[in-house]
T-cell receptor
Framework: AQKITQTQPGMFVQEKEAVTLDCTYD???????LFWYKQPSSGEMIFLIY??????QNATEGRYSLNFQKARKSANLVISASQLGDSAMYFC?????????????FGSGTRLSIRP | NAGVTQTPKFQVLKTGQSMTLQCAQD?????MSWYRQDPGMGLRLIHY???????DQGEVPNGYNVSRSTTEDFPLRLLSAAPSQTSVYFC????????????FGQGTRLTVV
């Protein structure tokens, strides 16, 4: 069964520093996708970045990058040069299956707080 | 640019009452789902659907019913509300395929007293 684990309930980081949010996953399906979402205090869910299980390179989107280590089943989100606006909840999610519309499951999230 | 629309945004119910949370999307997405968000527990999948007429249970389906009669709509029904169902509910939709992200509604904050 698919499972997502985020072991950091909360993190504090100084502004302009880089931060890594941990995510490990479990699946028996060789085809899967990994996602990160941001949820600011206003409550909406914002998609940040995607990594496919067959992707050869780590995904990057602006200041966001995904440190994908397939053998360790980890997909950590790296935010470079953190900003005050990065303070939010961050969720890792996974979807199995290449061609089927399979379910998307989420981890328990990490609350990131950026200190000025 | 409606995307995923959830109604209502806030609701207070008494224990034992029933209600339906509405969710509609205008992106012609086959996949729709309902999650509940509780502090420290992330988003837990309640029910999901991969197309009209097809629904399946998620991680926490008890106490909730769904149906999918059209591609656009995926209502969530609480038949007899309990305080344990106090939560924030999110509806999401996406296209098929593992590389397609989910688009979320704004959420419904439900309180059962």
């Amino acid at each position: 069964a698919q499972k997502i684990t985020q072991t950091q309930p909360g993190m504090f980081v100084q502004e302009k520093e880089a931060v890594t949010l941990d995510c490990t996953y479990d699946t028996s399906d060789p085809s899967y996708g990994l996602f990160w979402y941001k949820q600011p205090s206003s409550g909406e869910m914002i998609f940040l970045i995607y990594q496919g299980s067959y992707d050869q390179q780590n995904a990057t989107e602006g200041r966001y990058s995904l440190n994908f280590q397939k053998a360790r089943k980890s997909a950590n989100l790296v935010i470079s040069a953190s900003q005050l606006g990065d303070s939010a909840m961050y969720f890792c999610a996974m979807r199995e299956g290449y061609s089927s519309a399979s379910k998307i499951i989420f981890g328990s999230g990490t609350r990131l707080s950026i200190r000025p | 640019n409606a995307g995923v629309t959830q109604t209502p945004k806030f609701q207070v119910l008494k224990t034992g009452q029933s209600m339906t949370l509405q969710c509609a999307q205008d992106m012609n997405h086959e996949y729709m789902s309902w999650y509940r968000q509780d502090p420290g527990m992330g988003l837990r999948l309640i029910h999901y659907s991969v197309g009209a007429g097809i629904t399946d249970q998620g991680e926490v389906p008890n106490g909730y019913n769904v149906s999918r009669s059209t591609t656009e709509d995926f209502p969530l029904r609480l038949l007899s509300a309990a305080p344990s169902q106090t939560s924030v509910y999110f509806c999401a939709s996406s296209s098929r395929g593992m590389n397609t992200e989910a688009f979320f509604g704004q959420g419904t904050r439900l309180t059962v007293v």
